[in-house]
């Protein structure tokens, strides 16, 4: 399985290119350089051949990308039998009433009486701005002194913007990832509402300050829960390279930018030194200097395995890759969790496995080291792949024994993804502070609809100075 462009066997070619120079009498510089190209043609060569399958290339990056078709399946199209419909319902308390009367003068002659109306309901939207306006008595007395009425708590300026602008605002801005022109262009022509980027911009960063318990309540409970998942994506800050970091379960998330990835980033951050539960993550190596368990993600594993059967033609991370897969089905079959004697079974074949597959795949030759070359002796992908596997076992294959454990991250993975989408549609966060306001927001939406609110309900509660109630139950 040599890697192969325009159905040219690259290692074929170069293995063939390097006997016939080794029978030619050539100096040793250009001997070099020749083994500098060969090595640079399959460095490329090899990321040609990378892909979604066996890299963390996304699947957006495939070169012809082909859509896999499905199988005819046996059931008809539409909903099947016992599917819980979603056909539009009927409003019980219509805002409008229109009462249609029968053309009396189309009937035949006769007696008749009105019966039950047929109904039906036209559910349409009416966009249009509301606008409230508090008029305070203003009581004097004989001495010329005043006395007003006091104004409702919030009211405080002779126009204001009211607590269902911000959130839409806010809503717009920070959860759908609408530019702010964009947001106040919808403003104006749907609303008829005045609004400017500014605005915007204090929107999103009152809800930052009104979000600063949450940001404690969230920290607490994850570093309190029994699972978490951990990972990174880079960022863009004014064109500056930054992190940001991710750490989150089923029900919470926290979302956090630092301009470094490994340990010190994280311990600012200040959940992972408090957890002690189980992390899972993909093996980033400041993840491991933690004082938990942890459970490493084999969607990485299954992905760098493909590459080392693809591009280096080891037939056992091939067989390691299937096995992984049959054990993920196995503990899907069993609920969650294997059988110790299942669980002992698999983990035999495993060690088998790896064992096997340290002649195919062996360590450096020691006996290469140049004088006075000191330290780890670089090893090849593959051969790093195995080690890890072997020193690794137990976290690799914690999800056999433990049901809370997946068998991947992609609970991280995806809670990162729109912010991935944010970058895409903005390019960049243009300051520290927006890149800070927007992991905070981003974490309250994300936890809310976790536990089933919806978005805009969220920021409505928030801007009137609330959290929900599930950040205080127990």
Same mark, same amino acid.
């Given at each position: 399985?040599?890697?192969?462009?325009?159905?040219?066997?690259?290692?074929?070619?170069?293995?063939?290119?390097?006997?016939?120079?080794?029978?030619?009498?050539?100096?040793?510089?250009?001997?070099?350089?020749?083994?500098?190209?060969?090595?640079?043609?399959?460095?490329?060569?090899?990321?040609?051949?990378?892909?979604?399958?066996?890299?963390?290339?996304?699947?957006?990056?495939?070169?012809?990308?082909?859509?896999?078709?499905?199988?005819?399946?046996?059931?008809?199209?539409?909903?099947?039998?016992?599917?819980?419909?979603?056909?539009?319902?009927?409003?019980?308390?219509?805002?409008?009433?229109?009462?249609?009367?029968?053309?009396?003068?189309?009937?035949?002659?006769?007696?008749?009486?009105?019966?039950?109306?047929?109904?039906?309901?036209?559910?349409?939207?009416?966009?249009?701005?509301?606008?409230?306006?508090?008029?305070?008595?203003?009581?004097?007395?004989?001495?010329?002194? /005043?006395?007003?009425?006091?104004?409702?708590?919030?009211?405080?300026?002779?126009?204001?913007?009211?607590?269902?602008?911000?959130?839409?605002?806010?809503?717009?801005?920070?959860?759908?990832?609408?530019?702010?022109?964009?947001?106040?262009?919808?403003?104006?022509?749907?609303?008829?509402?005045?609004?400017?980027?500014?605005?915007?911009?204090?929107?999103?960063?009152?809800?930052?300050?009104?979000?600063?318990?949450?940001?404690?309540?969230?920290? /607490?409970?994850?570093?309190?829960?029994?699972?978490?998942?951990?990972?990174?994506?880079?960022?863009?800050?004014?064109?500056?390279?930054?992190?940001?970091?991710?750490?989150?379960?089923?029900?919470?998330?926290?979302?956090?930018?630092?301009?470094?990835?490994?340990?010190?980033?994280?311990?600012?951050?200040?959940?992972?030194?408090?957890?002690?539960?189980?992390?899972?993550?993909?093996?980033?190596?400041?993840?491991?200097?933690?004082?938990?368990?942890?459970?490493?993600?084999?969607?990485?594993?299954?992905?760098?395995?493909?590459?080392?059967?693809?591009?280096?033609?080891?037939?056992?991370?091939?067989?390691?890759?299937?096995?992984?897969?049959?054990?993920?089905?196995?503990?899907?079959?069993?609920?969650?969790?294997?059988?110790?004697?299942?669980?002992?079974?698999?983990?035999?074949?495993?060690?088998?496995?790896?064992?096997?597959?340290?002649?195919?795949?062996?360590?450096?030759?020691?006996?290469?080291?140049?004088?006075?070359?000191?330290?780890?002796?670089?090893?090849?992908?593959?051969?790093?792949?195995?080690? /890890?596997?072997?020193?690794?076992?137990?976290?690799?294959? /914690?999800?056999?024994?433990?049901?809370?454990?997946?068998?991947?991250?992609?609970?991280?993975?995806?809670?990162?993804?729109?912010?991935?989408?944010?970058?895409?549609?903005?390019?960049?966060?243009?300051?520290?502070?927006?890149?800070?306001?927007?992991?905070?927001?981003?974490?309250?939406?994300?936890?809310?609809?976790?536990?089933?609110?919806?978005?805009?309900?969220?920021?409505?509660?928030?801007?009137?100075?609330?959290?929900?109630?599930?950040?205080?139950?127990?």
């Amino acid at each position: 399985m040599g890697i192969k462009v325009d159905s040219i066997d690259v290692d074929e070619t170069v293995k063939t290119a390097r006997k016939l120079l080794e029978e030619e009498q050539i100096s040793p510089a250009l001997k070099a350089a020749l083994d500098v190209l060969f090595l640079l043609v399959t460095l490329l060569c090899n990321r040609l051949g990378l892909n979604s399958s066996n890299s963390s290339k996304p699947p957006s990056s495939d070169p012809n990308r082909k859509k896999t078709k499905r199988e005819p399946g046996v059931n008809k199209p539409g909903g099947q039998a016992g599917h819980i419909g979603s056909t539009l319902e009927r409003d019980p308390n219509p805002d409008f009433v229109e009462p249609i009367k029968v053309d009396r003068a189309t009937l035949p002659e006769g007696t008749y009486k009105e019966i039950e109306p047929v109904v039906r309901q036209v559910i349409d939207i009416d966009i249009s701005k509301v606008v409230t306006e508090y008029r305070a008595q203003v009581l004097e007395d004989k001495n010329g002194i /005043r006395y007003t009425a006091v104004f409702p708590e919030g009211v405080t300026k002779a126009v204001q913007y009211g607590v269902s602008v911000k959130a839409h605002a806010t809503f717009f801005s920070q959860y759908q990832l609408i530019p702010y022109d964009r947001v106040e262009e919808t403003f104006r022509d749907q609303l008829g509402i005045p609004i400017s980027k500014g605005s915007i911009y204090n929107f999103n960063k009152e809800a930052f300050i009104k979000l600063e318990e949450f940001d404690q309540i969230v920290k /607490r409970r994850l570093f309190q829960s029994h699972l978490c998942h951990a990972d990174e994506t880079g960022i863009n800050i004014n064109s500056v390279r930054r992190w940001l970091h991710c750490t989150s379960n089923a029900l919470w998330t926290y979302f956090f930018p630092h301009e470094k990835r490994g340990k010190e980033a994280m311990d600012e951050i200040g959940i992972l030194p408090l957890f002690k539960g189980i992390l899972c993550h993909d093996h980033l190596k400041p993840y491991l200097k933690y004082d938990c368990q942890h459970s490493l993600c084999n969607a990485h594993h299954l992905r760098e395995l493909e590459r080392a059967w693809e591009q280096d033609n080891q037939t056992w991370a091939r067989d390691m890759r299937d096995l992984l897969k049959e054990i993920n089905i196995a503990v899907d079959d069993a609920g969650g969790q294997l059988k110790q004697a299942d669980s002992e079974n698999y983990r035999k074949k495993y060690r088998d496995l790896l064992e096997t597959a340290q002649g195919e795949c062996p360590p450096p030759d020691e006996n290469k080291r140049k004088k006075g070359q000191r330290g780890r002796l670089k090893r090849s992908k593959s051969r790093s792949l195995l080690e /890890r596997l072997v020193d690794y076992e137990t976290e690799t294959l /914690r999800f056999m024994d433990d049901s809370i454990v997946p068998f991947t991250n992609n609970q991280g993975e995806n809670d990162l993804r729109m912010t991935k989408v944010q970058q895409k549609i903005s390019g960049c966060f243009r300051s520290e502070e927006g890149a800070k306001i927007f992991c905070r927001v981003r974490s309250y939406l994300s936890t809310c609809k976790k536990h089933g609110m919806m978005a805009s309900e969220a920021l409505r509660i928030l801007f009137e100075g609330k959290l929900p109630d599930f950040c205080y139950e127990d």
